[in-house]
């Protein structure tokens, strides 16, 4: 509220109250003033952090012009020197001063290296290093960043806590809302540090999708591995003392590049998030969610079986069959609720030490002792109130649903808004689990648990979880 407009209500309320020889009056303005202390205080503190972000940026490309060089085993005679003595190289990042790469030993071959110099002469487009010449760009959010550079960058930035990688239709949404009720977490900005938009989901700077490009500064290839980008949206270690962000990607479980993005540019302590939820279940809620109606249930997974198994025969590898079907068919759903081949990939690069499973029917049924788990596991207070999470969820089933306003209450919406084979909740007070497999005949239903028998098993392996504590 402004100041202004709080004067128009007082004046128009004072004469009545007056007459009436009440004093509310006065206490109404002092509320009045409070108020708008409070607000302005608050938008102060956002534009100067806003404010604080943006220049750190700005300053970093007007000062800098970069390059990207590929060390091979073949450069590495001549170039740190010659690259030192003619252009007084650094490694890049805001307020570097000093000089990190002094001496040969500290470039490794075969790695990619992003070096900047603070001055550029004008004469000079680009330099010789060794038999080779680089061009110089403007292109300083393109490339790998050093290990050097990494190390001055961490301690100004501030990484997410977590990254959630799905699987689809498991209950993410429900989980990224009950994460963003703690009152420590701090918006992520995908429209350009300068205009913080608080996303929910689907930031896709792992996968390189093209989330994060919509900036207005023009920037492109926001995507990974061009981390200065990512990290610019996040707040800095000045604002995020007690803060933490953090983001969930569901279609990030199918991206082969994901996981050595984030096993190569995240810390060890931003943690995985993945929720374990029956397949058979992700099967129904994946086909709903992409439009497809209940009478063609059938005739969608009879298809997809039978290129699932034509793979297999040729192919022979269950893994590759897995990433080629995806990359065909976007939505496969029989292979996108195959989850247990996709983290095989995953856990090849990271290990499981970083990952929190969550089990999709307890974080349904028994969501304060889950959430509580996810907060002390991602490290950050642990206070969890469901009063604080700004959309309605069924008493009776304890699940959201989308309303034109955002999330509502799932009793409010039509069978038919929430697409085929909805059915409305029951008021029974228990809180069912997994509702949506009431959905489909039992011809189906067994069609599915025959195709993924055997399945928990081996994920349960794959994790070291028991069987009956999975989902
Ligand atoms: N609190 C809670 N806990 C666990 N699961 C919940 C919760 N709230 C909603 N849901 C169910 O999650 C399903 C949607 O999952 P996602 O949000 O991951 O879908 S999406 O991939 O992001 O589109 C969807 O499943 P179906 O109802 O089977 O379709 C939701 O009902």
New binding site residues.
């Given amino acids: 509220m402004s100041l202004d407009n709080c004067k128009r209500t007082f004046f128009r309320v004072l004469p009545n109250k007056l007459n009436r020889g009440k004093i509310y009056a006065p206490l109404f303005l002092v509320l009045c003033i409070a108020t708008t202390i409070l607000y302005t205080r608050t938008r102060t503190r956002k534009s100067e952090e806003i404010e604080h972000q943006d220049k750190l940026s700005r300053q970093w490309e007007i000062n800098h012009t970069c390059i990207n060089i590929d060390f091979e085993s073949s450069d590495r005679t001549s170039i740190i020197l010659d690259g030192f003595d003619k252009f007084n190289f650094c490694a890049c990042g805001i307020n570097t001063k000093g000089h990190y790469l002094v001496n040969q030993s500290s470039v490794h071959a075969d790695s990619l290296y992003i070096f900047c110099t603070p001055v550029r002469s004008q004469s000079q487009d680009f330099i010789q290093l060794g038999e080779k010449k680089h061009q110089l760009s403007k292109s300083v959010f393109n490339g790998y960043v050093s290990e050097v550079y990494k190390g001055e960058r961490d301690s100004l930035w501030v990484f997410p806590k977590y990254i959630g990688l ?10 990224q809302e ?1 994460i963003m009720s703690n009152k420590y977490y701090y918006k992520f900005c995908t429209r350009g540090y300068h205009r913080c938009v608080n996303t929910k ?2 930031v896709k700077f792992w996968n390189r999708g093209r989330n994060l490009e919509r900036s207005k500064d023009g920037r492109k290839y926001c995507y990974a591995p061009n981390l200065d980008c990512y990290l610019l949206r996040t707040p800095t270690k000045k604002f995020a003392e007690k803060n933490f962000y953090g983001e969930i990607t ?1 279609t990030l479980l199918w991206h082969l590049k994901s996981p050595e993005y984030i096993q190569q540019l995240s810390p060890e302590n931003t943690k995985l998030i993945f ?1 374990l ?1 029956d397949p058979v ?1 992700i099967v ?3 086909m ?2 992409n439009g497809i109606q209940l009478e063609d249930y059938e005739f969608v997974i009879e298809r997809e079986i039978s290129s699932w198994l034509n793979c297999i025969n040729s192919v022979k590898n269950e893994v590759k069959c897995a990433y080629m079907i995806r990359i065909q068919d976007k939505t496969s759903y029989i292979v996108s609720a195959s989850y247990f081949l996709f983290l095989q990939n995953w856990l090849s690069y990271i290990p499981l030490s970083r990952f929190i499973f969550v089990p ?2 307890k ?2 049924c028994n ?1 304060e002792e889950v959430m509580r788990g996810v907060f002390e596991s991602i490290g950050v207070s642990q206070e969890f109130d469901r009063s604080k999470i700004n959309y309605e ?1 069924n008493v009776n089933t ?4 989308k309303t034109s306003k955002g999330y509502g209450n799932i009793e409010k919406t039509t069978s038919d808004s929430m697409g085929a084979g ?1 059915h409305r909740a029951s008021k029974s007070s228990v809180c069912v689990p ?3 497999l009431k959905h489909i005949n039992e011809k189906l239903r067994a069609r599915l648990e025959d195709f993924f028998e055997g399945y928990t098993v081996r994920l349960g392996n794959l994790l070291g979880i028991p069987v009956d504590e999975l989902y």
């Avoid at 304890?398 to 649903?401: A, E, K, S, V």
């Fill in positions: 799905g699987p689809p239709a498991s209950g993410s949404s429900a989980l009950y989901k689907e569901v929720i939820r279940s129904i809620a994946w709903r969610k999709a029917s974080l349904r969501t969820i304890n699940r959201i649903g909805f997994q509702k949506n």
